[in-house]
């Protein structure tokens, strides 16, 4: 399964504004809940607790934050892009501005390690970060990732 189709499409969000990683994750739980029909205080917590065992910042303004949750049927992922950059706890110690968030069911090991992998690896191109950043629509962005997908297949 490519990253187009883990990508909800009500969970895209290209102005969000946030002032701390906190907020950011809150932020991020309340686009999950919304677009997977989850409790938005559940996908709160799971994420703090994923994180409270490492940051999830990649580097580069990129984050990828996860989490196990029950109610999913399969590996489901949703984009933001902040406004404004906030601090994350990144490798590099660079601000956040990127959070590809990707939740699974608990008993989805494999394929959720396969998107983390994905995710992470289309994220390392800076091509692909400035194009995630200068894109003005919803659609664009799932175009982004769906040609990157094609792009890495061939």
Do not use: C, W
Request: net charge neutral; aromatic share 4%.
């Amino acid at each position: 399964m490519g990253i187009g189709e883990l990508l909800v499409r009500d969970g895209v969000v290209l102005k969000s504004g946030a002032s701390s990683k906190r907020q950011a994750l809150h932020t991020v739980a309340s686009v999950a809940g919304h677009a997977l029909g989850l409790d938005e205080g559940r996908v709160f917590e799971a994420l703090l607790e994923r994180e409270a065992l490492g940051s999830t910042g990649l580097g580069s303004g990129v984050a990828v934050p996860h989490a196990r949750l029950e109610g999913l049927d399969r590996v489901r992922a949703v984009f933001v892009r902040l406004d404004t950059p906030v601090a994350y706890d990144a490798v590099d110690e660079r601000p956040v501005d990127l959070l590809f968030a990707l939740f699974a069911p608990p008993r989805e090991g494999a394929e959720h390690l396969r998107a983390l992998a994905a995710v992470s690896r289309a994220l390392r191109s800076s091509e692909m970060r400035e194009q995630l950043r200068q894109a003005r629509t919803v659609d664009a962005i799932n175009a982004l990732f769906v040609r990157n997908e094609t792009a890495t297949a061939a």
